[in-house]
């Protein structure tokens, strides 16, 4: 029996353009050896995250998302509760795709993003538990963060990213800090921040150098603070983050290295969680890192040998096989294989 696969697409991602490359992502999926099948996420709350759960609960193999960070992750939340998960791919359709980014799957062909799976490359990725939620990529709160919230949907699908600056750069002087209770492996933070944010991999909002050291798949969150809603200030860190990602050394940032945290104000107020792009609950919130909970296919010869975390057998092997084939030294050890 060919080992089945679900595809789970969003047919209005990507400006709608998703819908005419399903049977094209339907043949990839069955050349790489699987029997294929879809389903269209529906206009009702969780659409995606319901046909995820079901497909797991009646044991598919594989499990594909297409559309954007927000559909992938109700897949994730679909997926991530079962004790017996099945693999997972990724085909972006949607504004940022951050995910697909640090994964380095083709993010402007639906068809070559299948075709990822096809090359039989994975990772096991960890995932984060917010209460009761997951999320893949990104947890955050504070001002920053509601910018999110405040791009329309039908303005993101036609601008891109560049919605998101343009409502950034609007929102920039009205930042304002709330008082934060901050708790990890190593310590705590008590005092003013105007974000916080939680990232899983080394690709957040559009950029790469945000969070320039994470590694895939290490069991831990990489969690920074921004002390600071001076406008001056907050134009420095975004110049260092440009210049190498150099924001990490700055006295105005905290940057930590956990396995878990939580949060809440001081002030007895709610604050607002964006969990991979979208709301996803209000403090307090306690984060677990869920370490190499789900399997995913990636491009891994693409992927910088500094972003991958090498201390696992089979991240080893994936990394010495990935060489052969394409005859590169991947992992900077200065031979091939």
């Given amino acids: 029996m060919r080992p089945r696969a679900r595809l789970i697409y969003n047919p209005t991602s990507g400006?709608?353009?998703?819908?005419?490359?399903?049977?094209d992502v339907l043949n990839e999926l069955e050349k790489a050896g699987y029997e294929a099948s879809a389903f269209q996420t529906q206009p009702e709350p969780f659409s995606a995250k319901k046909e995820a759960a079901r497909a797991t609960a009646e044991g598919f193999d594989l499990i594909v998302a297409a559309g954007g960070d927000g559909t992938i992750n109700e897949v994730v939340n679909g997926i991530a509760p079962s004790p017996h998960r099945p693999k997972m791919g990724i085909i972006p359709a949607g504004t940022t795709n951050d995910y697909a980014r640090a994964l380095r799957i083709p993010r402007e062909d639906p068809v070559a993003a299948a075709a990822i799976i096809g090359k039989n490359q994975t990772l096991k990725m960890d995932?984060?538990?917010?209460?009761?939620?997951?999320?893949?990529?990104?947890?955050a709160g504070g001002s920053m963060t509601e910018l999110t919230y405040a791009v329309p949907s039908e303005f993101k699908s036609i601008f891109g990213y560049l919605a998101y600056l343009i409502k950034g750069a609007e929102m920039l002087p009205s930042m304002h800090t709330v008082p934060l209770h901050i708790e990890y492996d190593d310590g705590q933070y008590d005092g003013p921040a105007s974000m916080f944010l939680i990232g899983l991999t080394n690709s957040v909002?559009?950029?790469?150098?945000?969070?320039?050291?994470?590694?895939?798949?290490?069991?831990?969150?990489?969690?920074?603070?921004?002390?600071?809603?001076?406008?001056?200030?907050?134009?420095?860190?975004?110049?260092?983050?440009?210049?190498?990602?150099?924001?990490?050394?700055?006295?105005?940032?905290?940057?930590?290295?956990?396995?878990?945290?939580?949060?809440?104000?001081?002030?007895?107020?709610?604050?607002?969680?964006?969990?991979?792009?979208?709301?996803?609950?209000?403090?307090?919130?306690?984060?677990?890192?869920?370490?190499?909970h789900i399997e995913m296919f990636a491009n891994v010869d693409e992927i910088p040998a500094k972003n991958l975390y090498e201390d696992f057998e089979t991240q080893d092997e994936v990394v010495k096989e990935v060489e052969q084939i394409s005859q590169k030294d991947i992992d900077g050890d200065g031979k091939i294989g």
């Avoid at 995932?127 to 947890?139: E, P, S």
């Fill in 15 to 23: 400006n709608e353009g998703m819908r005419k490359y399903v049977g």
């Fill in 127 to 139: 995932i984060g538990k917010a209460n009761d939620a997951y999320f893949m990529n990104i947890a």
């Fill in 205 to 292: 909002g559009g950029f790469e150098q945000i969070v320039p050291d994470a590694e895939l798949g290490d069991g831990q969150f990489t969690a920074i603070i921004v002390k600071t809603a001076n406008v001056a200030e907050m134009l420095k860190l975004i110049a260092l983050v440009f210049n190498g990602g150099k924001h990490v050394d700055d006295p105005n940032i905290s940057y930590i290295k956990t396995s878990k945290i939580s949060v809440r104000r001081t002030d007895n107020k709610e604050l607002k969680i964006n969990l991979d792009g979208e709301y996803g609950g209000d403090t307090p919130m306690d984060f677990v890192n869920l370490s190499q």
